[in-house]
């Protein structure tokens, strides 16, 4: 898969061109879970997702104090969300806002795409995508353990936008990612 090594790449340009790269980690949070879709009807995809998603800081969204500073410096989040009964595996990519409503408790949003494995017209199981290349948004609420882990629970949706022909029943899962923020 050659594109996915041009779209890693690419996806860490910011990262590596970042100033002070040299004495800052290149990861700033790591997220592992599971997902499972919340369609219904033939729509639904069966089985648990298990998903593993990697955070960058290149903008200083940890530095961010106003609602403005934190606007202007989203995450970068690089991903997957695997297909484990022949249904659908996403590679996704974006941007993510977190608010921090106590130390403890914040939500998180993102806006990206996404490229995946499944159909592309009806068929009698599962979604019909329409095309190959998806937006993906998602919306999340979490918990802060420590400095270090927390909790969040996530929905995530894909679809094309009515912007490629074919049909376009999108994806939407549910989940849960314990992450460890370095």
């Not at 879970?33 to 960058?56: C, K, L, M, N, Y």
């Not at 095309?131 to 995530?156: I, T």
Request: hydrophobic share 40%; net charge negative.
């Amino acid at each position: 898969m050659k594109f996915n090594g041009v779209l890693a790449a690419a996806l860490l340009m910011p990262v590596l061109a970042s100033p002070g790269y040299a004495q800052d980690q290149i990861f700033d949070e790591l997220r592992f879970g599971a997902s499972t879709s919340i369609q219904g009807g033939h729509e639904r995809e069966d089985g648990i997702f298990p998903e593993v998603t990697v955070f960058f800081d290149p903008f200083g969204a940890d530095s961010a104090t106003t609602w403005t500073q934190t606007l202007v410096s989203p995450r970068i989040h690089l991903g997957t969300s695997i297909g484990t009964e022949g249904e659908a595996t996403q590679f996704f990519t974006g941007f993510s806002w977190t608010a921090n409503f106590t130390e403890k408790l914040f939500a998180e949003a993102g806006f990206g795409g996404l490229i995946h494995t499944g159909e592309l017209d009806h068929n009698d199981d599962g979604p019909a995508l329409g095309c190959r290349v998806l937006f993906r948004e998602y919306v999340g609420a979490g918990y802060r353990f420590d400095s270090h882990w927390n909790v969040m629970a996530q929905v995530a949706h894909s679809s094309h936008a009515n912007l490629c022909n074919g049909p376009n029943d999108g994806m939407t899962r549910a989940g849960v990612q314990l992450g460890y923020k370095f």
